[in-house]
């Protein structure tokens, strides 16, 4: 890795999120639009956490993370707060991987 | 300080001991991959993403090609676009907050500006997570960078199931609309389905197909709709 190597990546996801909001004062979106841009934002998220939850790499992550991230969801679901959420899904990971599951 | 924001504060600053744990395993690998400690930490502060950061350093320590990391890194990065038109009203209109918050614009504070409803609350969950998880960051990749090999390896302690959990989280409110609903299933789909077949970051992007998904608008008012306080105030 290389300060050139660096700076050509800072610029270019700088310039990646620096478009977003740039454009869209640039461009007249309607209600609708907007609306989309929000689900799109949506489903990005969801497939974010699929993915995070599910695989590493272009394999499956193995059972202990998606459980743990299953416990979270039921967690969240129940409306406990955020902090039990977070350590409710690390915790049962880390237990899982304690007890040898992958 | 209003207990609401207290609670933010809190929220923010759950995920940001997680941030603070990958940071330091961060800063303690890239040392460990033959990057020089100032450019570590100086990559933490300059990219601010963690996901191009591994993976630019684990293509340059399986031997790669500093181009091909980079490109990687930017590929992975690319769904910032998307995520920036969504939420450029919680970063804020001025060019001051505009440059700065741009900067800021991760999963995690898209996540928490879209948790919200009032158009200034998802400003000010923006920022407040933003800041939270910069500082985290950056001070872990420090730590790792300072305590090298004495890092433990952070899945132990399940980090990695902390992300998406907390992501889940934060998307939740979201997920009461029936159309969000369905583009998040749709796009979900789509992206497990070419994970196994495209480089890492196009997958997330595939999700965007999930739209087709989207009902016509029309039921909404103003409030209506995920994220309903993020577009809000136009363009002036």
């Known amino acids: 890795m290389t300060w050139a190597a660096v700076l050509v990546l800072a610029a270019g996801t700088y310039a990646f999120r620096l478009a977003g909001p740039v454009l869209r004062e640039r461009l007249h979106v309607s209600d609708s639009v907007q609306r989309l841009l929000s689900l799109g934002a949506v489903a990005l998220l969801a497939a974010l956490i699929a993915i995070a939850a599910f695989t590493d790499g272009d394999g499956f992550a193995g059972w202990a993370r998606p459980a743990g991230v299953a416990v979270g969801a039921l967690a969240a679901l129940r409306r406990l707060p955020f902090v039990v959420v977070v350590i409710a899904a690390a915790a049962t990971t880390a237990g899982l991987r304690a007890a040898g599951v992958p | ?236």
């Open chain 2, 1 to 236: 300080m209003r207990s609401v924001d207290r609670g933010l504060v809190r929220d923010a600053a759950a995920l940001g001991a997680a941030v603070l744990m990958v940071g330091i395993s961060f800063g303690a690998l890239a040392v460990a991959a033959g990057v020089s400690p100032w450019l570590t930490v100086g990559m933490s502060l300059l990219v601010f993403a963690g996901g191009a950061q591994f993976l630019a350093i684990g293509v340059l320590a399986s031997g790669g090609a500093a181009a091909a990391a980079v490109a990687g890194g930017l590929l992975l990065n690319a769904r910032h676009l998307p995520f920036g038109l969504a939420v450029s009203g919680a970063i804020g209109r001025s060019w001051p907050a505009r440059l700065v918050g741009s900067h800021l614009l991760v999963d995690e504070t898209v996540a928490f500006a879209t948790a919200q409803r009032d158009p200034r609350r998802a400003r000010l969950a923006f920022w407040t997570a933003g800041l939270t998880l910069f500082a985290a960051w950056n001070v872990g990749t420090a730590i790792g960078v300072l305590a090298g090999q004495a890092v433990g390896d952070p899945a132990a302690f399940g980090v990695d199931a902390a992300f998406p959990a907390g992501l889940l989280a934060l998307l939740m409110p979201s997920l009461g609309d029936r159309d969000a609903r369905r583009v998040a299933a749709v796009g979900v789909a789509l992206a497990l389905l070419a994970t196994p077949l495209l480089p890492a970051g196009l997958p997330v992007l595939v999700a965007l197909a999930g739209l087709v998904a989207a009902g016509r608008s029309g039921r909404g008012g103003p409030d209506a709709g995920p994220g309903a306080g993020l577009g809000s105030g136009g363009p002036r």
